[in-house]
């Protein structure tokens, strides 16, 4: 153990001092120390030494290594490598991303120089887009299947719901359930825009009924002040729902070939020409008042205040496909095909009848 402050003066003062110092009468021990504390030749200005030995039973042995967090949840530095390169690989496949892989996967020098092609300089690694967005498979799956157990498990409940049913003779499957498995849609909501549900409730009806792209068209010229954030809001719903359900994907014809037209009326009573059952709509459009903003103060006469409550709306678009008006009207069809032909006066009985006249 260390010596503590006392004895630490007594040593560092004791290499100056000599024998004749010291009285005649001290013993042999004192004598002794005074040989001991001489053979330090510790300085004035000197640090305390610590009197522990300088080989102890435990300085031999190795400290275990401290991996760390990074170390236990990542495992080895091989395994570390071997995600970091499993999660840098493009994707595999076709994608709708491919054209922007394309644009920004590095080239080789070697032979650009050989085809005589200007070397593009390339900062962001190959697997990035231009804002910066990972293109990694497993980022990708991420963003359009977030939480894949709950996934699975509702498939494996949908599965057992419908091997139940179709065991069962007297089972039948629901209309709305066939409409959901065939069928696919998209509901985007806004956020709060800064005007009021009367003047945006005209766009709203403006783009209901018409195809994704001329909702777009109709709000690029249009001279309304929300008609810009409708038409961002209409982008970003079409490229959700391309994304996340896969809709609008099926146009895709060989060329020479002619496109089939399904003549169809709409409810309110207008024809339509669809080559494309894939191509996406405007179903339903409508909107949403929300919490009102900072009110503005209006000062009147006679010290009165008056305050100016400015309010915010939201527009909320359903994005189908057009086989689902083609359903419908079918739909539409068949059930007045179904109806029988009105008669004037039916046949049937009578009753109630009175001798006398009742009026």
């Known amino acids: 153990m260390s010596l503590n402050v006392p004895s630490r003066r007594l040593v560092k003062s004791a290499g100056y001092q000599t024998a004749s110092t010291l009285s005649p009468s001290s013993s042999a021990h004192n004598t002794a120390l005074i040989a001991a504390f001489q053979s330090l030749h510790i300085a004035p200005n000197s640090r305390s030494f610590h009197s522990t030995p300088q080989a102890q039973w435990f300085w031999g042995r190795k400290k275990k290594e ?7 949840m990542m495992g080895t530095k091989d395994a570390r490598k071997k995600l970091m390169g499993h999660l840098g690989t493009k994707v595999e496949g076709q994608s709708i991303f491919e054209d922007e892989i394309s644009k920004i ?22 697997n990035m887009t231009a804002p910066g967005a990972s293109l990694a498979k497993e980022h990708l799956a991420r963003a359009i299947d977030p939480d894949p157990r709950s996934r699975e498990r509702w498939e494996r409940k949908m ?28 509901r985007s909501k806004s956020p709060w825009f800064a005007t009021s549900t009367k003047k945006l409730v ?12 001329d909702a777009i068209v109709q709000m690029r010229y249009s001279k309304k002040k ?29 060329p020479g070939s002619k496109k089939p037209e399904i003549k169809i009326q709409t409810k309110e009573g ?39 409550w400015r309010p915010t709306t939201s527009i909320s678009v359903v994005l189908k496909e057009e086989k689902t008006r083609i359903r419908e009207h079918e739909e539409r069809v ?16 009578i009753y109630g009848q009175r001798q006398h006249y009742s009026w």
């Open 159 to 186: 599965i057992i719901h419908q091997i139940k049913n179709g065991t069962n003779p007297f089972s039948r499957e629901k209309r709305e359930d066939r409409i959901a498995r065939t069928e696919r849609q998209l």
């Open 270 to 308: 207008k024809h339509l020409t669809i080559t494309d059952p894939s191509k996406m709509y405007v179903s339903e459009a409508w909107v949403n008042r929300g919490p009102f903003r900072n009110p503005r103060l209006d000062y009147r006469a006679r010290g009165k205040l008056n305050f100016m």
């Open 105 to 126: 996967e590095p080239q080789d020098p070697d032979a650009a120089a050989a085809a005589g092609k200007e070397v593009r300089k390339v900062r962001r690694p190959g």
């Open 334 to 349: 068949a059930k007045k095909l179904r109806r029988k032909p009105w008669v004037h006066l039916p046949d049937r009985p």
């Open 202 to 213: 005209k766009l709203a009806h403006q783009i209901q009924g018409k195809t994704v792209e």
């Open 66 to 72: 401290d991996k760390g967090l990074e170390a236990e």
């Open 226 to 254: 929300m008609a810009r954030e409708v038409r961002i809001q209409l982008e970003q719903a079409r490229d959700q729902a391309v994304v996340e359900r896969g809709m609008g994907l099926g146009g895709q014809q060989e």
